[in-house]
């Protein structure tokens, strides 16, 4: 039977938190076991885990490849059309302006 681990066990071999191990579980993002409402975690999930979040790094054909398109050639300007008349906007009068909440009597 495999020895089952804790999330505080797991986040210490991480170096993260607790939460940040009960959180991805829950969301289903990591592998886990479920033993009641309690997540549970294998030396099989561990692995894993480890494998699905380790970042490697790219080839080098790959970052050279990218790296020649880099020389960009500025984009041609339109040439500018003259200036279209427009007439100013102005601001409604406020509504407390136009209705005299208290103008009457009863």
């Known amino acids: 039977m495999p020895r ?12 993260c938190s607790a939460w ?6 829950r969301r289903r993002l990591i592998p886990f076991t479920r033993v009641g409402r309690a997540y549970r975690f294998t030396g099989e ?9 380790e970042a490697r790094p790219a080839l080098p054909q790959q ?9 960009k050639t500025a984009a041609p300007q339109p040439p500018s059309s003259p ?19 208290f103008g009457t009597a009863a």
Do not use: C, F
């Not at 940040?20 to 579980?25: G, I, N, T």
């Not at 970052?63 to 020389?71: D, N, S, V």
């Open 63 to 71: 970052r050279a490849a990218k790296a020649a398109p880099a020389a």
């Open 4 to 15: 089952l681990y804790v999330p505080e066990e797991v986040a210490a071999v991480l170096g």
């Open 45 to 53: 999930h561990l692995a894993e885990i480890i494998r699905m979040n």
């Open 20 to 25: 940040w191990v009960k959180d991805r579980a």
């Open 83 to 101: 200036p279209v008349p427009t007439s100013r906007l102005r601001a409604r009068p406020p509504r407390r302006a136009r209705q005299s909440q």
